[in-house]
């Protein structure tokens, strides 16, 4: 049995099922039908999952063939849902999902899927379990919203959700600023109160924007990858030289190489922003920072150069180039850093280790893996 927390790991899912229509028919009880002994194959694959008991309804598709789809939805207390398809996508109905996910915090809750063939017979799959949690997730979750092609850019914008529905709205558009590009949102420990957005425009140029006490700031730097220190009064962002290029052939023909990177620590209080030699060495990259919750660490991602130009596209060896996980120490109250050291390097895993974040409770850290380089969405692992 998988079991994943069903918070951020499964936004993109809900955004896609946002959009979906459902061809419903009057839900009824099934009284006779046969039993098959596997789970249905769903997707999203709610299966095993831990749902946060506020979040917004688990609509899913059932991936059966069939001509008809009854899902009943089950726990301890409270009356099943039921809810019946004509095309096999379950939306469930918001009111009567919160009503049951509260009364049974803690508990398990079940999907009973059923699917009616060709001939009007009916087959109910072995009930899919999930676990509701406790406690209630973050209620707003802040993302990028862009339209999934390399050659188009111009609309996109930072949006909010609120998590316990389907509710957007808009932070800020590229619109706002003469088409221009949003990126790299960070905000301090999860709070709206600091909030950080790069944004790059051909009118208004490269600048990052940081919004505090209800006022915006604008610092005349272009922050990459951001990480804020727990107690807001430290910034440590990227500097990286990121291209696109394309491969000759393959499932997947597109590719990105930072060429080159490093690291910047800037304080809010005097506004000054400096490069540790640690964070910035001439003969690697260094990307992806991520505080422990306590802030007494800085996580990062670092690999050697392997290559003499750094303009060239593709540069010579960049499919060998794996990242090893680092972390620094860090004292907010003298500024000082201590030494680096290798948390999982490459030569350990075999592959590119990216993208760190560690847990509220700093017992976990998760990170993602790839063949090579700094971008993991183009390829197969």
Same mark, same amino acid.
């Given at each position: 049995?998988?079991?994943?927390?069903?918070?951020?790991?499964?936004?993109?899912?809900?955004?896609?099922?946002?959009?979906?229509?459902?061809?419903?028919?009057?839900?009824?009880?099934?009284?006779?039908?046969?039993?098959?002994?596997?789970?249905?194959?769903?997707?999203p694959d709610y299966t095993g999952t831990v749902i946060p008991a506020n979040i917004a309804p688990l609509n899913f598709?059932?991936?059966?063939?069939?001509?008809?789809?009854?899902?009943?939805?089950?726990?301890?207390?409270?009356?099943?849902?039921?809810?019946?398809?004509?095309?096999?996508?379950i939306r469930i109905p918001v009111r009567q999902w919160h009503a049951l996910l509260d009364a049974n915090r803690g508990?398990?809750?079940?999907?009973? &899927?059923?699917?009616?063939?060709?001939?009007?017979?009916?087959?109910?799959?072995?009930?899919?379990?999930?676990?509701?949690?406790?406690?209630?997730?973050?209620?707003?979750?802040?993302?990028?919203?862009?339209?999934?092609?390399?050659?188009?850019?111009?609309?996109?914008?930072?949006?909010?959700?609120?998590?316990?529905?389907?509710?957007?709205?808009?932070?800020?558009?590229?619109?706002?600023?003469?088409?221009?590009?949003?990126?790299?949102?960070?905000?301090?420990?999860?709070?709206?109160?600091?909030?950080?957005?790069?944004?790059?425009?051909?009118?208004?140029? *490269?600048?990052?924007?940081?919004?505090?006490?209800?006022?915006?700031?604008?610092?005349?730097?272009?922050?990459?990858?951001?990480?804020?220190?727990?107690?807001?009064?430290?910034?440590?962002?990227?500097?990286?030289?990121?291209?696109?290029?394309?491969?000759?052939?393959?499932?997947?023909?597109?590719?990105?190489?930072?060429?080159?990177?490093?690291?910047?620590?800037?304080? &809010?209080?005097?506004?000054?922003?400096?490069?540790?030699?640690?964070?910035?060495?001439?003969?690697?990259?260094?990307?992806?920072?991520?505080?422990?919750?306590?802030?007494?660490?800085?996580?990062?991602?670092?690999?050697?150069?392997?290559?003499?130009?750094?303009?060239?596209?593709?540069?010579?060896?960049?499919?060998?180039?794996?990242?090893?996980?680092?972390?620094?120490?860090?004292? &907010?109250a003298t500024d000082q850093w201590g030494q680096a050291e290798t948390v999982l390097s490459a030569e350990q895993t075999?592959?590119?280790?990216?993208?760190?974040?560690? *847990?509220?409770?700093?017992?976990?850290?998760?990170?993602?893996?790839?063949?090579?380089?700094?971008?993991?969405?183009?390829?197969?692992?």
């Amino acid at each position: 049995m998988r079991t994943r927390f069903a918070g951020n790991v499964i936004f993109l899912s809900f955004l896609i099922v946002l959009g979906w229509g459902t061809t419903s028919c009057r839900p009824k009880a099934i009284d006779r039908y046969s039993e098959i002994a596997s789970e249905p194959n769903l997707s999203p694959d709610y299966t095993g999952t831990v749902i946060p008991a506020n979040i917004a309804p688990l609509n899913f598709r059932i991936l059966e063939d069939g001509q008809a789809y009854s899902v009943t939805i089950r726990s301890d207390v409270g009356q099943p849902i039921m809810v019946s398809s004509k095309t096999g996508q379950i939306r469930i109905p918001v009111r009567q999902w919160h009503a049951l996910l509260d009364a049974n915090r803690g508990r398990d809750v079940f999907f009973e &899927v059923y699917v009616q063939d060709a001939g009007g017979q009916w087959t109910r799959f072995r009930p899919v379990a999930n676990t509701i949690a406790p406690e209630d997730i973050d209620g707003t979750l802040v993302f990028r919203f862009m339209k999934p092609l390399y050659s188009w850019w111009r609309e996109i914008a930072i949006y909010q959700r609120d998590m316990a529905s389907y509710e957007t709205s808009v932070v800020l558009h590229g619109r706002s600023f003469a088409g221009g590009c949003l990126n790299c949102h960070s905000f301090v420990g999860n709070e709206p109160d600091t909030m950080s957005i790069s944004l790059r425009s051909a009118t208004y140029g *490269s600048d990052t924007l940081i919004a505090h006490d209800g006022a915006v700031d604008r610092i005349g730097a272009k922050w990459g990858y951001t990480a804020w220190h727990p107690g807001g009064d430290v910034a440590v962002y990227s500097i990286n030289k990121v291209t696109q290029f394309f491969q000759a052939g393959g499932l997947e023909v597109r590719d990105v190489v930072d060429l080159d990177s490093a690291l910047v620590c800037y304080r &809010v209080a005097t506004h000054t922003a400096t490069s540790p030699k640690e964070l910035a060495e001439k003969d690697r990259l260094e990307t992806y920072p991520a505080w422990s919750p306590d802030g007494r660490y800085l996580y990062y991602c670092s690999a050697p150069i392997l290559w003499k130009d750094r303009n060239a596209v593709p540069p010579e060896n960049y499919d060998k180039l794996k990242y090893d996980l680092r972390r620094i120490s860090y004292d &907010v109250a003298t500024d000082q850093w201590g030494q680096a050291e290798t948390v999982l390097s490459a030569e350990q895993t075999g592959l590119s280790i990216l993208l760190p974040r560690i *847990s509220p409770d700093g017992r976990f850290l998760v990170f993602c893996m790839c063949n090579y380089g700094c971008f993991p969405v183009y390829q197969p692992r």
